[in-house]
């Protein structure tokens, strides 16, 4: 069994900061690829960042400059570092992960968190 344990999620004002993070546990063989996506509502499901195994990285325009993505290879955990916030960025936020889980390559979803941003 994988788990994905997500934290950081709040309420934060419109210039403030949050920091998310993605923990994987479970009988893990390799992580590969770690992101975030985020779901506002009414809207669908988009990426926010992804890190690969050997750290590079692509961001959403929307977020260039303000969100840094980082992972921490020892603690299969992966953080989202959200500076600048807007209200925009309201959503709920999914970390995803790409995992070999014994002998195969399973794609996993973390629970959301909400990241409500005031104006």
């Known amino acids: 069994q994988v788990q994905l344990v997500v934290s950081g999620g709040g309420l934060v004002q419109a210039g403030g900061s949050l920091r998310l993070s993605c923990a994987a546990s479970g009988r893990i063989f390799s992580i590969n690829s770690m992101g975030w996506y985020r779901q506002a509502p009414g809207k669908q499901r988009e990426l926010v960042a992804r890190i690969t195994s050997g750290g590079s990285t692509n961001y959403a325009d929307s977020v260039k400059g303000r969100f840094t993505i980082s992972r921490d290879n020892a603690k299969n955990t992966v953080y989202l570092q959200m500076n600048s916030l807007k209200p925009e960025d309201t959503a709920v936020y999914y970390c995803?992960?790409?995992?070999?889980?014994?002998?195969?390559?399973?794609?996993?979803w973390g629970k959301g968190t909400l990241v409500t941003v005031s104006s």
């Open positions: 995803n992960v790409d995992m070999m889980v014994l002998t195969s390559w399973m794609n996993y």
